[in-house]
């Protein structure tokens, strides 16, 4: 990694010249700080005592960005902004400026920023760039870092695609493509929230990242200026009546549920919504080289509802 500015930004940026050293004293600014995943990366890093700030400075703003570089002095960035859409992502359908500002302007704007400073910038980005193909049925392969996009229909995930294109070529950039976030709480941003409250569900096995697991695992790569495009979501794909049930079994016995076809689930959306299972193998046999291992997807939720149990949720 060139991190060619290193000594500007940074009392401990020295060092951050190749892609697989650490540093001592990393600071973090964490990018897009009222949002959900930054709210937890805030936590966790505080938990760690490490020392991490944030922002919420507009990633399209070049010079108001250059300055909060200038001004936090971090070695790393953690840009978890983006326009994901509200209530979801069918908003985007319909604001296409306003979500290719933010996901393609802003991202590649703040990417290169962070480049110009020799600023480490980690993107939580996301795997819901593909769908289930021949190549790749349910239950067979899935997809590696290298596979093209192949998932259209959805302008959200397709601004998604574009930018990490192009954000792979910088060398001072981890790519991590979260899916279906999952968190130890009943938060509405979370997977297992929102299919809870959907009137209807549909049935798919899809890969999801838990948060608990995946999270800290984002830190010792950032934290070890490793970059480059990486699958980020547990090992393995669960379906939504699994986690359903898993969920009724450990955290509410008399929950109940419906379900739907995709076709059915076309009529209610606008945008198409992305199903896939992520190969997670280089993200396994990297943080193996650091000791940390991902649990397998139904696991993690196992692992997860019982968090939540033994907190009272
Ligand atoms: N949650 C998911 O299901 C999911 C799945 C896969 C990947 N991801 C990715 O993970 C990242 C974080 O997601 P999240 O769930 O935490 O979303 P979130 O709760 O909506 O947070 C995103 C934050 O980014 C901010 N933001 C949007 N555009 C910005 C810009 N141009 N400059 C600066 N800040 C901007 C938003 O602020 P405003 O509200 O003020 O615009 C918001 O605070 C996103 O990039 C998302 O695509 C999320």
Redesign the pocket.
Known sequence: MALTNGSTNGASNGDASSATNSISNPRFLI??????????LKAYLESQGKDVHV???????REAVLAELDRVKPTHVL????????PNVDWCEDNKETTI???V???LN?TDACFLRGVHCT??????IYQYDEAHPIGGPGFIETDPPNFKGSF?STT?GHAEAIMKNYSNCLIL?????VSDDLHP?N?VT?ISKYEHVVDIPNSN?VLHDLLPASILLAEHNETGIYNFTNPGAISHNEVLTLFKNILQPDFTWKNFTLEEQANVIKAGRSNCELDTTKLTKKLKDYGYEVPEIHEAYRACFERMKAAGI
């Open positions: 990018w897009g700080g009222e949002g959900w995943v930054a709210g937890h922002t919420t400075i507009r990633m399209e703003n840009n978890a902004a983006g326009i994901t859409g509200r500002r933010s996901n302007i802003g991202t703040l993107v939580f980005a996301t795997g819901c959200y998604k493509r979260l899916r279906m976030p941003r997977f929102k990242t």
